[in-house]
């Protein structure tokens, strides 16, 4: 069983920066898609940056790019969002996920392709 473990969230301003964790354990093989959403109320889950855990290709939505980098630590089994120049719009419930599906800097998944979830970490960016 997969267990993701978030933390990192805060309340930060405009401008300001803030680096995500997410532990992940459990894992039986070793290409997962790893990715982290968000999501406010109201709204639809939305897919932020995502990993290929066995190539280490990644993929971001349009409104984080050249801002936020995903990346891996495959000794520590964590995954990581560091997030800058943060936006009020960027305020959201993060969430870490992984998936027995492949993604690419072409392909993104949906939610529906991610089997396993963190319980979520709140980012607040003010104006």
């Known amino acids: 069983q997969v267990q993701l473990v978030e933390s990192g969230g805060g309340s930060v301003q405009a401008g300001g920066s803030l680096r995500l964790s997410c532990a992940a354990s459990g894992y039986t093989t070793s290409n997962y898609c790893m990715g982290w959403f968000r999501q406010v109320p109201g709204k639809e889950r939305e897919g932020v940056a995502a990993?290929?855990?066995?190539?280490?290709?990644?993929t971001y939505a349009d409104s984080v790019k050249g801002r936020f980098t995903i990346s891996q630590d495959n000794a520590k089994n964590t995954l990581y969002l560091q997030m800058n120049s943060l936006k009020p719009e960027d305020t959201a419930m993060y969430y870490c996920?992984?998936?027995?599906?492949?993604?690419?800097?072409?392909?993104?998944?949906?939610?529906?392709?991610?089997?396993?979830w963190g319980q979520g970490t709140q980012v607040t960016v003010s104006s």
């Open positions: 996920a992984a998936g027995h599906t492949y993604c690419s800097s072409n392909y993104f998944p949906g939610s529906w392709a991610f089997a396993y």
């Open positions: 990993i290929y855990t066995g190539g280490g290709s990644t």
